[in-house]
């Protein structure tokens, strides 16, 4: 009897291993399910824009150069000039399509949720407000021909719009032979600066959000400082700025070496007519500077003449330069912009 019981046992225990040796055979001759997807940055650090077939995505990327991925990539498409949401779940960007129209869009970082938000006639930096305005709202500042009573004008005037999209657009300059362009918050978003372009020279002017008076602190030729007395920046031309986001401080890129390539320098607005000169690379063209979240650092693209385009990060005093590796393949990536929260 106890022969049997074991007997049965043992043939119970040959018959499931047959099953599942059969299952699991069966099973390899099927296609098996793709690999789940890697999990999505909660909170990447940098957003930028890379050259793509046909198009231009808008992308993030962890600190470290982890999770790269597209938030925005259509074919035909341009999505450039990225900024920010305070809390840092959304971004703000202008997409050119093929048939050359522009508009402002905002999306969330997981590209869900792409909301236009106002047609242009030509592609700038837009910036959403730090916080909210004095009606609670916040604001993306923004250069735009279309005025908000949905006439064109010769020049570009710096517009304001509720995020929400609620509400009508705001004229905050009314400047007929200067066009405004990129812009960029202070911190307590009180004042504004925006790139200007006359015809002749390109400069930096800094505007009062409150009472529409404008304040020229300095200005600059193509994005560096050329007015500013005994300031070594004098007319030197740049591509790039970005207002500190816990102090009165901008950092900016400035032609400044003799052979005509752009280093970084700081500018601090209580004190402009004495730039601090970050970097001094010959041969380099460093552009797209943004700070960190606590201004301790500052991010940029170096690009080297013959040279790998590379991201680098350095502290807000010029030193421990460090690359953040970039997509393979990527020949050209801008607009880098560092998120506001840790």
């Known amino acids: 009897m106890r022969i049997s ?51 231009y995505n808008l992308m993030v990327m962890n600190a470290d150069g982890s999770n790269q991925r597209a938030v925005v990539s259509q074919k035909f498409t341009g999505n450039t000039n990225p900024d920010w949401s305070p809390d840092g779940k959304q971004l703000v960007f202008s997409m050119e399509k093929r048939d050359r129209s522009i508009s402002y869009y905002t999306v969330k970082v997981d590209g869900s949720a792409l909301t236009p938000l106002w047609n242009s006639s030509y592609i700038y930096r837009p910036a959403w407000s730090p916080v909210p305005l004095g009606d609670g709202q916040y604001k993306i500042a923004f250069g735009s021909r279309l005025m908000p009573d949905g006439t064109v004008a010769t020049n570009s005037d710096l517009l304001l719009r509720n995020v929400n999209g609620t509400g009508l657009a705001t004229n905050l300059t009314n400047t007929p032979d200067i066009d405004e362009g990129d812009v960029d918050w202070s911190p307590t978003a009180e004042r ?48 790039g700025f970005d207002w500190a986001k816990t102090a009165d401080k901008l950092v900016v890129s400035a032609n400044t070496a003799l052979d005509g390539s752009q280093d970084l320098w700081i500018i601090d607005l209580a004190n402009p007519s004495q730039p601090l000169q970050l970097t001094n690379t010959p041969g380099v063209n460093e552009y797209n500077p943004t700070w960190s979240p606590d201004d301790s650092l500052i991010a940029f693209m170096s690009n080297p003449r013959g040279g790998s385009l590379t991201l680098q990060v350095m502290n807000s005093d010029g030193t421990n330069r460090k690359t953040v590796p970039l997509p393979a393949g990527i020949a050209s990536a801008w607009g880098v912009t560092w998120r506001r929260n840790p």
């Not at 399910?33 to 957003?47: S, V």
């Open 5 to 55: 019981k074991l007997f049965c046992v043992l043939f119970l225990g040959l018959f499931l291993l047959a099953v599942l040796a059969g299952d699991a055979l069966a099973q390899k001759g099927k296609p098996q399910p793709p690999p789940p997807p890697p999990p999505t940055p909660g909170n990447p650090a940098f957003a930028y824009v890379v050259a793509g077939q046909n198009q």
């Open 192 to 239: 504004l600066v925006v790139s200007t372009y006359d015809g002749v020279l390109s400069d930096l002017v800094i505007y009062r959000v409150d009472c529409d008076i404008e304040e020229i602190c300095w200005a600059v030729r193509e994005g560096s400082v050329y007015n500013v007395p005994r300031s070594p920046l004098v007319g030197r031309s740049g591509y």
